[in-house]
């Protein structure tokens, strides 16, 4: 039985947007195909979440489920090859390394065959090209296996990008690969048009002429506000000693997706929020700061409804702070609050790492919303069906 097309997503690095590619990619394809005859997985996932079973899979798949139309019963099978804890140091260590990753194919050929009565499958694949190599499946390597033709992902700009363009391109063409073209992601908004004049499928074709039949350009994707920032609830995940301040939040106020983080050192005699915030942006301050948290609801108060706060985390908190003065200043506040031990150097270091390591979660409603309006606006539909015979 012929195998359908392969998309193979292939990114220039973690988080370049490959999940959010493939829930744009599938919201184009499912205007001309039905949705049932679309298969996705995640031949080679590393972030694990639990199903009701104890089955762990990746939570890549979860996001596809939760957001898409698609016929996904069986969310085990896609997620065949799963890189947890130990596997990477038991087959380095191991003598017959090649039977492991034999074992890893056979998983993955398992999946194909599950996903063979579809029209078209996208394959996601996992951080830069050469991720998976150390088990012996780079995403290059897994893209050849299942025959699949590659949509990359890079960055926005032109310098920057061009210059990993190279570097990514020779990797995939030394491995042989079948790179179909190129989306470009995250230009900022101002350079748009700058972007999609000077980098085209003519300029990528004299640069790299090596590749037959050339690029194709399927897109230049602007950076979206908030799409890549986290909310109050994944940041407080990130803190395993947080403590929330159980005055009356609105859940929604939870999981809407902040700004940016403001450190708050000034003494209070001089503090002005409005002058130091914005609206959804994050305000760390010390647990004992009470006059100046007091100062921070009220100045919340202020602001529209749709404009507010994106929450507050209290420093160096311990069982004497925040303090019932604090604790009163946030009651009734509507502000996601809660304190950690931590230092705030410390809570700023882990609040960083939270906000580049970002990925979209289920509740992530309006993100994916506003990713179905970025695709219909800039993805190229009708060239992509061309180039990948769809």
Request: proline residues 6%; glycine residues 8%; hydrophobic residues 40%.
């Amino acid at each position: 039985m012929p195998m359908p097309p392969v998309i193979y997503i292939a990114g220039e690095r973690q988080h370049a947007g490959k999940t959010v590619t493939s829930l744009g990619l599938i919201s184009a394809l499912s205007k001309l195909i039905d949705p049932r005859d679309i298969g996705y997985f995640k031949p080679v996932g590393q972030e694990m979440v639990e199903l009701p079973d104890g089955e762990h899979i990746d939570k890549d798949i979860l996001i596809v489920k939760e957001f898409t139309p698609l016929d996904m019963p069986d969310l085990g099978i896609l997620s065949p090859v799963r890189v947890v804890s130990g596997i990477t140091r038991d087959y380095i260590k191991s003598d017959h390394p090649e039977a492991i990753t034999a074992g890893f194919a056979a998983s993955i050929a398992e999946t194909m065959h599950y996903l063979s009565t579809k029209k078209v499958i996208i394959a996601e694949g996992t951080g830069h090209p050469g991720v998976g190599s150390v088990i012996g499946l780079s995403n290059a390597r897994v893209a050849n296996l299942l025959g699949a033709r590659i949509l990359y992902l890079v960055g926005g700009g032109i310098g920057r990008t061009l210059d990993e363009l190279e570097v990514d391109l020779s990797y995939f063409s030394h491995h042989r690969c079948r790179v179909a073209g190129v989306l470009f992601n995250k230009v900022q908004p101002e350079k748009l048009e700058m972007m999609v004049d000077v980098v085209t499928e003519s300029a990528l074709t004299r640069l790299f002429p090596e590749w037959d039949p050339p690029l194709t350009v399927f897109g230049h994707m602007p950076r979206v506000m908030y799409l890549n920032n986290p909310s109050m609830h994944l940041i407080a995940q990130g803190f395993k000693d947080h403590r929330g301040i159980h005055a009356d939040q609105p859940k929604d106020a939870w999981f809407r997706a902040c700004r940016k983080v403001k450190i708050i050192t000034q003494d209070y005699e001089v503090f002005d929020p409005a002058r130091r915030l914005r609206p959804r942006d994050i305000a760390v301050i010390g647990a004992g700061s009470h006059r100046r948290v007091k100062r921070l609801v009220e100045y919340n108060r202020s602001l529209p409804d749709d404009e507010k706060l994106g929450g507050i985390i209290l420093t160096c908190a311990n069982d004497r702070m925040p303090d019932e003065a604090t604790q009163a200043s946030l009651d009734n506040s509507r502000i996601p609050t809660f304190a950690v031990s931590q230092d705030t150097a410390d809570t700023d270091a882990t609040i960083y790492k939270i906000f580049n390591k970002t990925k979209l979660q289920t509740y992530d409603k309006m993100k994916h919303e506003r990713i179905v309006e970025l695709f219909t606006e800039h993805f190229d539909a009708a060239r992509f069906i061309r180039t990948f015979g769809l």
